[in-house]
Antibody, heavy 121, light 108 residues
Framework: EVQLVDSGGGLVQPGGSLRLSCAAS????????MTWVRQAPGKGLEWVSV????????YYADSVKGRFTLSRDNSKNTLYLQMNSLTADDTAVYYC??????????????WGQGSPVTVSS | EIVMTQSPATLSVSPGERATLSCRAS??????LAWYQQKPGQAPRLLIY???TRATDIPARFSGSGSGTEFTLTISSLQSEDFAIYYC??????????FGQGTRLEIK
């Protein structure tokens, strides 16, 4: 059974940092692209970042480029999102999601439960 | 960036009836389009990818159609568990991957 477990969210002050993790199981982790999608309170879905299967390619939304870093440890079946210089606009539930293929240009067939991030003083 | 526009914003339909949701892309996305269902407090669930391929374990009452810039999600006979928010997503021209703003399907 495919499982994605998000963790690492919480309350952080503006300008602070946070690292989210997504532990994967039930599939060959290195064979699939992994994505983070966020959802601000009461709002729709916003794509944040994607990393290819082996991790050679990463892409970011303009809203997070230069502040967020996506990485993966295929030996631990874990995805990481390092978030720096956080602002109130980053407040959202962050979901990790598995792509249907290796490259990232696909639908997202499994999602984590979501990790809430609140940026506030 | 490709802008995805969903209509209507809210759709009121009675159980057992058919629901038709639309998604329009600002430029062609070929058939690289997915549909998701999201219920309150839950993560989204993939329904359709490749514009018309049902994801694993998705009931046959859900169907997708379209190509280029115009797409439709049809739910043939609404069940109580189908009332939720539905999002379309394009993955043809990226980054960024973009979502529509969502259609809320509510009980009439």
């Amino acid at each position: 059974e495919v499982q994605l477990v998000d963790s690492g969210g919480g309350l952080v002050q503006p300008g602070g940092s946070l690292r989210l993790s997504c532990a994967a199981s039930g599939f060959t982790f290195s064979s699939y692209a992994m994505t983070w999608v966020r959802q601000a309170p009461g709002k729709g879905l916003e794509w944040v970042s994607v990393i290819s299967g082996v991790g050679g390619s990463t892409y970011y939304a303009d809203s997070v480029k230069g502040r967020f870093t996506l990485s993966r440890d295929n030996s631990k079946n874990t995805l990481y999102l390092q978030m720096n210089s956080l602002t109130a606009d980053d407040t959202a539930v962050y979901y990790c999601a598995k792509g249907l293929n290796y490259g990232g240009d696909s639908g997202l067939d499994y999602w984590g439960q979501g990790s809430p991030v609140t940026v506030s003083s | 960036e490709i802008v995805m526009t969903q209509s209507p914003a809210t759709l009121s339909v009675s159980p057992g009836e058919r629901a038709t949701l639309s998604c329009r892309a600002s430029q062609s996305v070929s058939r690289n389009l997915a549909w998701y269902q999201q219920k309150p407090g839950q993560a989204p669930r993939l329904l359709i990818y490749g514009a018309s391929t049902r994801a694993t374990d998705i009931p046959a009452r859900f169907s997708g159609s379209g190509s280029g810039t115009e797409f439709t999600l049809t739910i043939s006979s609404l069940q109580s568990e189908d009332f939720a928010i539905y999002y379309c997503q394009q993955y043809n021209n990226w980054p960024p991957i973009t979502f529509g703003q969502g259609t809320r399907l509510e009980i009439k």
